[in-house]
């Protein structure tokens, strides 16, 4: 379709309370205006011009070059925002849709609909509409008597007539360019805000030209507008509702889809199981067959099949099939586990390799740690890292095994099928097949305990 779209994004956000642009606040992990321009791609839409406020730095970092800008340098209202366009949209004949940047739960299939009943109707306007319970906060649709569209009332400006209207204006319209621009010109800020609002255009293209058509949708909750941090979590809830959902329909299992969090980015395969309390975050890519929880958190993790994860956190590493993590553990960033790896309890693993068929079964910490294949870390292994100012590796070869509670000092290389003894401090490299034993040797005292006995009794007797 040769449909262009504004996304409003300028506004101040004051009702949010943050330092944070509003439009930046995430929804199931993704910035808010990500899932706006997301539904605006999937419906077709080719150009996306945002209006966004003179420090938006944070806006541009989020969408990047994918969409074009334009800068409103003061807030003067909705109106005044998309007036910002004008020149930007100068060669653009067709329609245009204008969608505020803080509205995200509109599905693309809706966005679609609107642009096609516009076109259908051939008219210069049309505006969404939905009916909701409690209509505080939004504008108030009035009808004329034949009901049709006759203006939008803001709350602000609504006289208690206006205000028990039901029906709002949820702020995504279609326009036709060139009457829409005329026309904007024409509004004043003569309401209680001293804004221009965009939907005084409404009356005045009705007088013009026809009256804006209303395309009523039945979903309200498509409609929803986010201005505060409650309305951000009414947002979240039900877009997780609908991504559990999509899920599960896509051969998910999830024990308690209630306890089980699972954002936008998010890819699953078929037969994964999720178990309660479990967070997938970020890009997290599950393969077949993998099951996450009871509390675990994955965070731009990517699992291969039959992945087995427990009360765990992984955090942006690569787990191969087969590998078992947990409980009480934390893989950090960086990490690359090998397939039939296994990161059992109490360990914590940051930027290590970890090579297949190789364990880490207990109370364990490798930092910057090549780890190679069918390697046994004992239980306490911890390699020193870290100087205080920089950092160093620690080489594990294949078939290596360390003893228990051992100290790997690195920069250190332990060779192919050698040993370390348990209770080791190792600081220098041990070669393949060698067995490294950095500990004093055993003295057994004989009799010990019973000098020990009369020693006490003495002292005793003297005091
Ligand atoms: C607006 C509508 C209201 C509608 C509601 C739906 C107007 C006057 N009111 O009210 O009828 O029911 O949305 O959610 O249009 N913005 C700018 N520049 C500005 C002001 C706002 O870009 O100068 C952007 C904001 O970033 C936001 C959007 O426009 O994304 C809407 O602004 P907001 O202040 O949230 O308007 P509402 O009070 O929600
Ligand atoms: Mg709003």
Known sequence: MTVAAVVLAAGKGTRMKSDIPKVIHPICGRPMVSHVVNSLRKAGVGRIIVVIGPDSEQIKATLGSDVEYVVQREQLGTGHAVMQTQATLKNHSGSLLVIHGDTPLYRAETLRELVSFHE??????????VTVDNPSGYGRIIRDADGKLERIVEERDATP?????S????????????????????????NVQNEYYLTDVVPIIGQEYSRVQIFHHRDAEEALGINNRVQLAEAEKVMRNRIREHWMLAGVTMIDPANTYIDAEAELEQDVVLLPFTFIEGHTQ???G????????LKDAK????????????LDSILEAGCLVGPYSHIRPGCHLGEGAKVGGFCEIKNTIIGSGSKVPH???????DVGDKVNIGAGTITCNYDGHNKYRTIIQNEAFIGSNCNLVA?????TGAYVAAGSTITGDIPPGALGVARNRQRNIPDWTKHRGSKRRSSKEGS
Request: charged share 20%; hydrophobic share 40%; with cysteine.
């Open 411 to 415: 920069p250190i290389e332990i060779g």
């Open 167 to 190: 029906e709002i204006n949820s702020g995504t319209y279609v326009f036709e360019c060139e009457p829409l621009f005329a026309k904007l010109g024409q509004i004043k800020p003569e």
């Open 286 to 288: 599950i393969s077949a």
């Open 303 to 314: 699992l291969g099949k039959n992945v087995v994860i427990s009360q765990a956190t992984v």
């Open 161 to 165: 007539e206006d205000a028990v209207v």
């Open 290 to 297: 993998s099951v996450i929880g009871p509390f675990a958190r």
């Open 120 to 129: 259908r109707s051939g008219g210069i306007g049309t505006v969404l509409t």
């Open 363 to 369: 109370l364990t910490y490798l930092g910057d740690t």
